[in-house]
């Protein structure tokens, strides 16, 4: 399905955290994503096919560097669907348009060039281009310009990449719409929805985790043990005796955790191949990886306490952690929220050495009382 830059505008615009008068952070972040473009081109070099995810990679980054060039323009009130349309027309391209309310606006699909210079060339071209845009931060004059000339060298590193335009605008709109707004409840993934109930993560629970004299932590829901007693399995205790708290914050605020779903029993067995995709061994481990890798990163930063967003560099690896599984389909956001919710709570365990674990899926939240509070 085509879209348009137009479309693309709309979409995007509201993704923009920087102020209006914001140029030179704007700059930096184009002046780098095109570094990161480059950077991912010479790990081709370097690795040849051992580097799997380079068309990935490099559609990303063309995405964000995109971007970038968007809230340049809306800072320097210039139409981006029309700077395209300038920066094709006489340049030897051929290009469609789509009969609209807009049809003058290119539509994000790949368009034809003969005469391309290499790969490589184009890049050293458009980083050269991208540093000259710096000189906007002080010296607004001309902008249009300058923006005009790093588009075209722009639209021909993406097509001397073989990455499709049209999949560079939608897979950037899911992301950065993903990453920065808010999702609708109504609007998210609820994996086990059409299971019967006894295969379903619950849609309310409350855990117990308590910590005896040997200092193993245990768990107890419904009055029952569940799981094996664990300890912190390091030589300087950190508290990861309590780490099944992030599984219940994936279980209430993703709808998706393979380990609690194992510890329950509600592995989703009556049908085949989600039970062997999606319930069982492989996935318990990517999750039991994604939450060891997450805690190693939190130590570093007290355990998130006191923030209230989640760097977009370890957002961006719990994706690649997860592609493949049903979850991936959950916006970087929720999976914002899971990883605040469940340190939040993880601390107040912690320092309790133990307490109530509450989660509500149809809230998507994760909460704590101390241990002494009575189930209901």
């Keep these: 399905m085509n ?3 137009s479309d693309y505008e709309i979409a995007v615009a509201p993704t923009d955290r920087f102020k209006k008068s914001d140029i030179t952070p704007i700059l930096f972040g184009l002046f780098g994503e095109v570094g990161s473009v480059m950077s991912a081109s010479k ?6 096919s051992a580097f799997a995810g380079y068309m990935r990679d490099v559609e990303e980054e063309f995405g964000d560097t995109l971007w970038y060039v968007s809230a340049l323009c809306r800072r320097f009130e210039i139409d981006l669907s029309k700077l395209f349309l300038e920066a094709i027309n006489g340049s030897g391209y051929t290009l469609s348009v789509i009969a609209n309310d807009d049809p003058g606006s290119p539509v994000a699909k790949a368009v034809t060039k003969a005469d391309l210079a290499p790969l490589d060339i184009l890049l050293l071209r458009l980083g050269k281009q991208s540093a000259n ?7 607004p004059t001309n902008a249009k310009s300058h923006l005009l000339d790093f588009v075209k060298l722009y639209i021909d590193a993406v097509q001397a990449s073989k990455v499709s335009f049209a999949a ?10 993903g990453r920065f707004l808010k999702p609708s409840i109504e609007s998210l993934p609820d994996f086990d929805l059409n299971f019967s109930e006894e295969e379903q993560l619950p849609r309310k629970f409350r855990i117990e985790i308590t910590q005896r004299a040997n200092s193993r932590s245990y768990l107890r829901w419904k009055g029952v043990f569940i799981g094996d007693p664990l300890s912190d399995n390091i030589g300087d205790p950190d508290g990861y005796r309590f780490h099944d708290v992030f599984h219940f914050a994936n279980a209430a605020v993703l ?6 779903r194992a510890l ?3 592995k989703r067995k009556s049908d085949k191949d989600v039970d062997e995709a999606q319930d069982s061994g492989r996935a318990i481990v990517i999750e039991e990886g994604l939450t060891a890798y997450i805690f190693s990163y939190a130590k570093t930063l007290n ?8 760097s977009f560099d370890l957002l961006k690896a719990v994706e690649n952690f997860v592609r493949g599984y049903e979850v991936e389909d959950c916006p970087l956001h929720l999976w914002e929220s899971a990883i605040l919710q469940g340190y939040d709570v993880f601390r107040k365990v912690h320092e309790h050495n133990g307490g109530v674990i509450i989660g ?4 998507r939240t994760l909460s704590f009382e101390p241990v002494e509070a009575k189930e209901v």
């Excluded at 790990?43 to 040849?48: A, T």
């Excluded at 845009?133 to 010296?139: E, H």
């Excluded at 709808?255 to 609690?260: D, K, L, M, V, Y």
């Design 3 to 5: 879209i348009l830059l």
């Design 43 to 48: 790990k081709r070099q370097r690795e040849e």
């Design 133 to 139: 845009l710096l000189s906007l931060g002080d010296n």
């Design 168 to 177: 560079i605008v939608r897979g950037n709109i899911v992301k950065v719409r």
């Design 255 to 260: 709808h998706w955790s393979p380990t609690f």
């Design 264 to 266: 329950i029993k509600h």
């Design 303 to 310: 355990l998130f306490e006191g923030q209230t967003s989640v």
């Design 360 to 363: 509500d899926r149809e809230k």
